[in-house]
């Protein structure tokens, strides 16, 4: 079975090319400051074309911008109340909605999404996060009651707790969904109070400079918000180390993540990792086949592969394996490939030519390991960094392709017959972020919902997220919960205020 249906490409509109065309400066301390670090172009990943140029922050600038956060936090913004804050907000998200389409577009064009998924992020993750979590900004409030032991009488006695902002935020983003992934770090810590330095990605570094536009025309007061761009190696890893910051938000690759851990060591600041994956999707025989096999390719071929609960690895009970294996090839095949822009892509290009060769490379393990491609597209040649999709049968437990993160658009697929059986190798690589479970069957559909070890689990869907939702990996899927009200614990810090209140009369 092979796939090779390229779509036509189409033109951005008017504003985004002048848009582009323009400067991307930094913003910091509410003033935009043309960056003074290395050169970063940006490429058009479906074209293989520059279609931006800017400079990232020198090392000057990201303490520039770390200490306008802390002077933000001592100013308006700190005395700010949370309704005044739930309105900065609400405007802000009013202006997401207004500029959605361009959000869009800009996102499609640095990283190649197709304009359809593009857009479905930013209703998704976009204006309505930022509305959520304005909710909440009136909403953050401690406890007060009268501790069990005390050295006093009981009722001569009380405590309250103040839930404050933890500090300045430097916020550190990979290129795969950025509106996303800049929304749900920046609301969440924007309504408890904090201050934010982001840190683009620099392969698809333009979206955030469409957020920081934004938070000025919002209102938003200067310093709270500060954009700047970097590589991860130097930027962002002085970020981690920056004794100016209180807590890193990443979301990345688990490598990433563990050398942000070490660097954040000298001040020990917090740090929440939301980290890669390689989640299951688990179909039983009385499932809805037809509904399952169109789900199962969408999980692990949307964004191309590149997105983090990518249902990875397949598995499917040896009754209706065969007709599941072969459903899912033909879904595959049938996905049109091509430029984001065109209208009726489905599968854009990976971000970039070394992703590309990565990808061919474990699609090569996977053959010497003995994985049976049971589809295979043949190489697609370029402009663009397109791979079609790839389906393995065949695959038991510990091959490199069921255990490693490919983030390409590579299936592989397994066999079970028992629970035990399929527990076990579902739980067995060291990720565990998200998975689902397809029958008609509640029981069934709780017992290994329940047995999944990861931070979020589908019953016949599969990455499901709305901003009540909480978000996250287990193990080496990262540290800490994003969204819902867990998502805004993780910006506030506690305070006891312990009050003796004098004997009675
Ligand atoms: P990456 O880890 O290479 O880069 C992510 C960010 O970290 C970039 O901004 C980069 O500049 C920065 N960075 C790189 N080295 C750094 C360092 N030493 N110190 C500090 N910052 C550094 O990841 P990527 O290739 O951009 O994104 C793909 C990965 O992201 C995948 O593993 C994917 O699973 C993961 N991801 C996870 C989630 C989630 O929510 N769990 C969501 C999206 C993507």
């Known amino acids: 079975m092979t796939n090779r249906n390229l779509s036509l490409r189409i033109e951005p509109s008017a504003g985004t090319r002048d848009f582009l065309a323009g400067d991307h400066p930094l913003l910091i301390g509410g003033e935009w400051t043309p960056g003074a670090g290395r050169s970063i172009v940006v490429e058009n990943p479906a074209r293989e074309e520059p279609i931006a140029r800017l400079r990232a922050a020198s090392a000057g600038q990201l303490d520039d911008a770390v200490a306008a956060a802390r002077l933000a936090l001592s100013g308006e913004w700190g005395r700010a109340s949370g309704d005044a804050r739930g309105l900065i907000l609400h405007r802000f998200a009013d202006l997401l909605d207004a500029r959605a389409e361009r959000i869009a577009e800009v996102m499609t064009l640095d990283n190649g999404s197709p304009l359809t998924s593009s857009r479905m992020l930013v209703r998704h993750l976009g204006a309505a996060l930022f509305r959520y979590y304005a909710g909440w900004a009136t909403k953050i409030a401690g406890e007060g009651f009268a501790p069990s032991i005390g050295a006093r009488p009981l009722d001569d006695f009380m405590v309250t707790t103040l839930r404050e902002p933890i500090g300045v935020v430097g916020a550190i983003v990979p290129w795969n969904a950025p509106p996303g992934m800049i929304a749900m770090k920046m609301a969440p810590a924007l309504a408890a109070g904090c201050t934010m330095v982001l840190k683009t990605a620099e392969l698809a570094p333009l979206v955030g400079e469409l957020f920081a536009q934004a938070w000025i025309d ?74 399952a096999i169109a789900a199962a390719a969408m999980a692990c071929f949307l964004s191309t592969g590149q997105q983090c609960m990518a249902g990875s690895r397949l598995f499917v009970h040896a009754d209706v394996h065969d007709r599941v294996a072969e459903g899912v090839a033909a879904r595959a095949a049938g996905l049109k490939i091509g430029d984001g822009m065109a209208p009726d892509t489905v599968l854009g290009p990976v971000i970039s030519a070394r992703h590309k060769a990565r990808i061919a490379q474990y699609i090569a393990i996977a053959k010497a390991e003995g994985a049976h491609p049971l589809l295979e597209t043949p190489e697609i040649a ?124």
């Open 382 to 505: 370029g402009p663009g960094h397109f791979i079609g999709p790839t389906v393995f049968t065949g695959v038991t437990p510990g091959m490199r392709i069921e255990q490693e993160e490919m983030f390409g658009p590579v299936l592989a697929v397994l066999k079970f017959t028992g629970e035990e059986e399929l527990l076990s190798a579902v739980n067995g690589t060291p990720y565990g972020l998200s998975g689902s479970v397809w029958t008609r069957d509640v029981q069934t559909a709780l017992r290994v919902a329940k047995g999944i070890d990861s931070g979020q689990v589908g019953v016949n869907v599969h990455a499901a997220m709305s901003p009540e939702t909480p978000f996250g990996g287990n193990h080496q899927s990262g540290w800490g919960r994003e969204l819902g009200r867990e998502g805004l614990d993780g910006y506030l810090k506690t305070k006891a205020i312990s009050v003796a209140l004098g004997r009675r009369g």
């Open 218 to 291: 919002a209102g938003g007061p200067a310093g709270v918000f500060n954009l700047i761009h970097g590589h991860g190696e130097d930027i962002g890893a002085a970020m981690a180390a920056h004794p100016g910051i209180d807590k890193i938000a990443f979301t990345g690759s688990t490598e990433v993540g563990r050398k942000i851990v070490i660097a954040a060591t000298g001040n020990l600041k917090r740090v929440a990792l939301e980290l890669g994956g390689k989640s299951p999707f688990v179909i039983f025989p009385d499932a809805d086949l037809d509904t």
